[in-house]
């Protein structure tokens, strides 16, 4: 921030206790909030329990115009090691309940839960959930998709908290649901570094699902846990896929044939297991993780001619990008 617009987050976490009775905390280090388990601190962190809380925290940044970065589980995400600017709220607003033939989702929800209590209701259609590493919220954002299926087939509406602080229910039509994409997603400035403070956030969805034979449903789900467990680095840090895939090509498979398997950088790699997935396997840091994915685009670009889009997003201080070698960060 600059000092024109810095704030003083002793102050304004105090606040926020007082106001919201939400608990805050400085400094607070990310890494341990993401599935790459990268980052330095946020200014001020705090935790949306309920979908209260998390309109109460979105008003009162907005309100005092101070930037403010949404958190969910963490996953796709890669977050600069000089950490994030203003508020860093963390949604765990994870409700949810069953009407008929819908599933109605706090935004916070993990996709994997929302799968598995589809399953349990005897409701089909949100089996590709069990892959998807976020939250509800996050996979409408990002239209998250996965085993030939994802978010625009199966959302009917989504609540959102709209710019001017109301709430609205916005029909599946009305939500821009593109490839890896939707109405919410702000485009990466210069720096490629998603900017803070997005103007619409989605706070709930309500899925329309299909009634089917529970047992059905929970072999299909197995069938997904064991690709996973086949094609994907599971139990190391990584944030999904790096790269969107190319119109009729998969980005891995790409990656794969340019015999770019295990290049490494720093603390980085490229997975053995799957060519679209960075791992930290040596407790690399944000910087090594990016500096390997633009020399993967590199080498796309001067092999293919084609300019891979990252699916994962870069947050917070990436100020100077690229950095010298040996900057601490």
Do not use: C
Not at 243 to 254: E, V
Not at 271 to 293: C, P, W, Y
């Amino acid at each position: 921030m600059t000092a024109a617009t810095a704030f003083d987050a002793l102050a304004f976490g105090t606040e926020i206790q007082r106001r919201l009775g939400v608990k805050t905390s400085r400094d607070e280090p990310l890494a341990r909030f993401t599935t790459m388990r990268v980052g330095g601190p946020a200014d001020l962190f705090a935790i949306a329990h309920n979908a209260f809380e998390l309109r109460g925290l979105l008003r009162f940044a907005r309100g005092r115009d101070v930037p403010y970065t949404l958190l969910g589980r963490g996953s796709n995400v890669v977050i600069s090691d000089r950490g994030i600017r203003g508020l860093v709220i963390q949604d765990r607003a994870e409700g949810a309940r069953i009407e008929g033939s819908r599933l109605i989702a706090e935004a916070g929800l993990p996709m994997a839960r929302a799968a598995t209590e589809a399953q349990g209701a005897g409701l089909s259609g949100l089996e590709f959930g069990l892959a998807i590493p976020g939250t509800v919220g996050g996979a409408v954002w990002a239209n998250a998709g996965a085993h030939g299926s994802d978010i625009a087939r199966i959302v009917e509406s989504a609540t959102v908290l709209l710019s001017d602080g109301t709430e609205a229910s916005l029909r599946a039509t009305e939500l821009g649901l593109a490839y890896r994409d939707s109405r919410f997603k702000l485009d990466p400035g210069p720096d490629g570094v998603t900017p803070p403070s997005p103007p619409e956030v989605v706070t709930g969805a309500t899925f329309a699902l299909a009634p089917d034979d529970p047992a059905a449903i929970r072999e299909r789900l197995d069938d997904i846990r064991r690709w996973r467990r086949d094609h994907q680095p599971l139990g190391i840090p990584s944030a999904g896929s790096v790269f969107r895939n190319p119109p009729g090509d998969s980005a891995g498979r790409l990656v794969d044939a340019a015999g770019l398997k295990g290049l490494r950088v720093g603390g980085a790699s490229v997975s053995e297991k799957h060519a679209n997935f960075i791992v930290n396997d040596q407790r690399g840091t944000a910087a090594d993780v990016r500096r390997l994915a633009e020399r993967l685009r590199s080498e796309m670009l001067a092999r293919h001619g084609l300019e891979l889009s990252f699916e994962i997003e870069f947050l917070g201080d990436w100020g100077g990008w690229p950095w010298p070698a040996e900057d601490p960060a």
